[in-house]
């Protein structure tokens, strides 16, 4: 306590900048969150491969940005456009089958996948950590010093959640989405085919793993084990907010987020995890449905 | 315009209807009773899709719909008012209303449909941006009936619309239905309370133990003995 204290007293200005950066990083995980959030809504099934979908578009980004030239706005839309078929060939040939399987054998079956889409990477590619050279400037604000790539990651990353809740709110399809995620039986009186809505759905949740793959590899490097850096906090961030809750979710990012990157620089970064996670298991006694959940 | 000829349907071993026969011709309405475990749910399920027939034929506007997805049977012009009303409680009343008219046919005449659905039930109107679970009982029961007016129906089902409601909201939703009958669409009413739904229809049938009983005009099946001492409690 006493660090932070002396932090809050002697230097604010490094305070801010982790609370700045805290924020920027959180949009990232917010696109994660909702990805993963959204097709749960749906379809009651937590994909636990989803960052592993994230980090197979981040090597392709990698690929085909620094081995093969291609400008950076195109290879960041080549990974949106595999995640997008990950996340519809994830639906259709890991979950289609099982479907009607109890729940665990669905998340074991993503589970899987898991374990096989590590171990490919690490045969294919080895445990290099690879990373786009990029020389983006770190900008100056009031005296806090805020990379660039995560300024942009940030700005990208809000634009597509508002595309996303244009898209739920205002379209026939996006609303059908969420009519479907209260109750699936009921649209199909609609005359919606529910396969149809779970395509859509993992299609628009795997676009969101791609652009936030995008978003991640301007800022961190790529290897095997992406996942597993990135994984637990995102399902940490759908439970804390109540899993399918959107708006949940949301706020959650920013709030782990910040305990994070505030953490890491009065402690260490690892604290900060220790903080972070703590909190979480402290809020699950709390409010087991998640911090926007109603009290029964 | 929606016949079944000898229907038979059930689950795994259980058979819940045995060669069932029905018609519902154009501009009628017809009540389907009969006490609790009688097949009636069942037979609503055979007709929107939710299961296939084993046996026997569904035929809606001369098309054969037997064993089709629930989906295709509400393009083909068959709505549905389920059992629970089965709302989306966490979507306003406008979204609701919109997911009524979800395929592109009823995309089309959304604007109609939703001046339709305003004329019956006013109180929808005011109620738009409410999310539907926050809606009285009564209002629920408007946004369902108006959701499946919004799908441009050609035949509605209800199934079991009374059910779970008190005895004053009962009259009410009946008054409901009728102005919807008064609209001159064509019904099919899957219900337990007999007595107020012989009032509203043209001819019932009377469902026991999966079979039909019998069937015929609803004033008189309302008249037979066995029917009143039964179900109409009189």
């Known amino acids: ?296 | 315009m929606l016949e079944l000829r000898a229907v038979t349907a059930g689950y795994g071993q259980f058979t819940a209807l045995w060669d069932v026969s029905l018609r519902v011709a154009a501009g009628e309405a017809v009540a389907v009773v009969g006490p609790n475990g009688a097949g009636k749910t069942t037979l609503l399920r055979v007709i929107s899709g939710v299961l296939a027939p084993r046996a026997g034929e569904l035929v809606f506007e001369g098309r054969p719909l037997g064993g089709r997805p629930p989906h295709e049977i509400v393009a083909h012009g068959i709505a549905h008012v389920p059992e629970g009303r089965r709302l989306f409680p966490g979507l306003t009343v406008a979204d609701n209303l919109k997911m009524g008219a979800f395929l592109p046919a009823a995309r089309a005449g959304f604007d109609d449909s939703l001046a339709r659905v305003f004329a019956l039930f006013p109180i929808l109107a005011e109620r738009l941006r409410q999310r539907a679970g926050s809606l009285s009982g009564g209002e629920q029961q408007m946004l369902a009936i108006g959701r499946a007016l919004m799908s441009r129906p050609r035949l509605i089902l209800f199934d079991e619309p009374s059910m779970g409601l008190a005895p004053v909201m009962v009259l009410r939703l009946f008054d409901l239905i009728r102005r919807v009958r008064e609209e001159g669409y064509t019904m099919l009413i899957v219900e337990q309370n007999v007595r107020q739904v012989l009032k509203l229809a043209d001819r019932a049938y009377l469902l026991e133990v999966g079979r039909v009983r019998i069937e015929g005009r609803a004033d008189q099946l309302g008249e037979q003995e066995f029917v009143r001492k039964a179900y109409v409690g009189l």
């Open chain 1, 1 to 296: 306590m006493s660090n932070l204290v002396d932090l809050v007293a002697h230097n604010p200005l490094l305070l801010m900048e982790a609370a700045v950066n805290g924020l920027l990083l959180g949009g990232v995980l917010a696109l994660l969150a909702l990805g993963l959030n959204l097709i749960f809504g749906v379809l009651d099934i937590v994909w636990i491969v989803y960052v592993d979908l994230v980090m197979l578009a981040m090597y392709l980004v990698y690929f085909l940005v620094q081995v093969y030239g291609w400008p950076l706005w195109l290879g960041a839309l080549a990974g949106v456009a595999l995640g997008t078929l990950l996340g519809v060939a994830v639906h259709l040939l890991i979950i289609t089958p099982i479907l009607a399987s109890p729940p665990v054998n669905q998340l074991l079956a993503t589970g899987g996948l898991l374990f096989f889409i590590q171990s490919l990477a690490t045969f294919l590619w080895t445990t290099d950590h690879r990373s786009i050279r990029l020389s983006l400037p770190t900008i100056e604000i009031g005296g806090m010093f805020v990379s660039f790539a995560r300024l942009i990651a940030f700005v990208l990353a809000v634009l597509v959640m508002i595309g996303l809740y244009v898209f739920l709110t205002r379209t026939y399809v996006g609303t059908a989405i969420r009519a479907v995620s209260q109750d699936r039986g009921a649209m199909a009186l609609m005359g919606a085919d529910p396969q149809r809505i779970y395509v859509v759905t993992s299609a628009v949740g795997g676009a969101l793993a791609g652009v936030a793959a995008a978003l991640l590899s301007i800022q961190y490097s790529v290897h095997p084990h992406f996942g597993a850096a990135f994984g637990p906090i995102t399902f940490m961030i759908c439970v804390l907010g109540g899993l399918g809750n959107m708006v949940g979710a949301f706020i959650a990012s920013f709030i782990l987020s910040e305990i994070i990157s505030i953490g890491g620089v009065v402690w260490s970064t690892e604290m900060g995890y220790v903080i972070a996670f703590a909190l979480f298991i402290v809020l699950m006694f709390v409010r087991p449905g998640g911090i926007l959940a109603r009290r029964q």
